[in-house]
């Protein structure tokens, strides 16, 4: 076993450093040095203590890129010194859902950096099955692709298609994945955020229209947007309950909501414009293979690129020291990638 340095979250609100042994990856493994982390809103809550499910001391991080130094026994189709990205969701390959194919929604789900130790290291052992060759994207671009593929698997449950109406609401890292995606795949995107600097985020590297959900004529102008109609089909990755309640309203008759944010609480829609509306509403959680290689495709062809999301980088060396202040309390945060 060799040591190496990771970053702990000990406790809520409690970084730490730690030399940690790291074994040789068994058979179906890679050892990966890590390169990029994404820092995502599941780290912050993590920091904080509001992310259910989760358990202390754990090292933090799931949007990783990494390049392999050892592989296991087995044989594989990846080699040393390949980049790659990582497919963070373990699952169990055996319950219902997994034998479906729809592996994102294991009964028995295990999250690298969530439910195990993740990316926050210099070094990662990562099943082989778990990761994607991100070979010719750059690294801060490929530590990403795990959050785009979060946007293109909500996409995917919407059934975009092109020429569709999609409101997407929230500008947050997920929401600008989606609008992205969704505008690649053809759709009228609009984008809604109540913040005026993420409006300008979306305006300046993405290019599409946007409006403010807590101006008076709202709705009005969404109709002024789509050619004198509501959205056919609204995202909502806010993760706000006021934003996730009122979506029922923004869409037209016979029009979908796909909810890709979440809150820790009851959604409370009026069951008489749900049902005159017959409406469709679905979740959307985590992400295939098919998503993450969707992404990496899109990035391949220059079609989604780091900027739509990424605003800050971090060096790992300091990132304790910093968090707190450079990450937690960075209103003007919207994604981070730590450099290691």
């Known amino acids: 076993m060799s040591t ?9 609100k409690k970084l730490i450093w730690e030399k940690r042994s790291i074994s040789e990856p068994n058979s179906n493994e890679a050892k990966i040095k890590i390169k990029t982390v994404g ?14 499910f989760f358990s202390y001391p754990r090292v933090l991080g799931h949007e990783i890129c990494g ?31 997994c034998l479906s194919g729809r592996t994102n929604c294991c009964e028995n789900i295990s999250v690298i950096g969530v439910h195990q130790d993740g990316g926050f290291a210099d070094y990662l052992n990562v099943p082989v099955t778990n990761l994607l060759s991100a070979e010719g994207i750059a690294p801060e671009a490929a530590a990403l692709i795990e959050p785009f593929a979060i946007s293109a698997h909500a996409v995917r449950r919407a059934a975009v298609q092109a020429d569709e109406a999609i409101l997407v609401v929230g500008a947050g890292p997920i929401g600008l994945g989606v609008a992205a995606i969704a505008h690649a795949d053809g759709a009228q995107v609009v984008v809604a955020d109540t913040s005026e600097a993420r409006r300008n985020h979306v305006d300046k590297y993405l290019s599409l229209p946007t409006v403010d959900p807590s101006a008076d004529n709202f709705e009005e102008q969404l109709k002024q947007l789509f050619a004198g109609a509501l959205p056919l089909k609204v995202i909502d990755a806010t993760g706000n309950q006021h934003a996730m309640n009122n979506t029922v309203n923004l869409i037209r008759h016979g029009g979908t909501i796909v909810f890709v944010g979440l809150f820790k609480g009851n959604l409370q829609i009026s069951d008489p414009d749900f049902h005159k509306k017959e409406t469709t509403m679905m979740g959307s959680r985590n992400a295939t293979p098919e998503d993450f290689e969707k992404v990496g495709h899109l990035m391949a062809n220059n079609q989604l690129n780091a900027e739509i999301m990424l605003t800050h ?28």
């Open 4 to 12: 190496i340095n990771t970053l702990v979250c000990q406790e809520p």
């Open 39 to 52: 820092i995502c809103g599941t780290d912050i809550h993590a920091w904080g203590g509001n992310q259910p």
């Open 67 to 97: 390049e392999i130094i050892q592989l296991g026994s087995n044989k594989s189709a990846f080699n040393i010194g390949q980049q790659v990205a990582v497919i963070p969701y373990v699952a169990c390959q055996k319950c219902p859902s």
């Open 313 to 340: 980088h971090y060096q790992f060396t300091s990132l304790a020291e910093i968090y707190e202040q450079e990450v937690i309390n960075n209103r003007e945060l919207i994604k981070g990638v730590i450099h290691f």
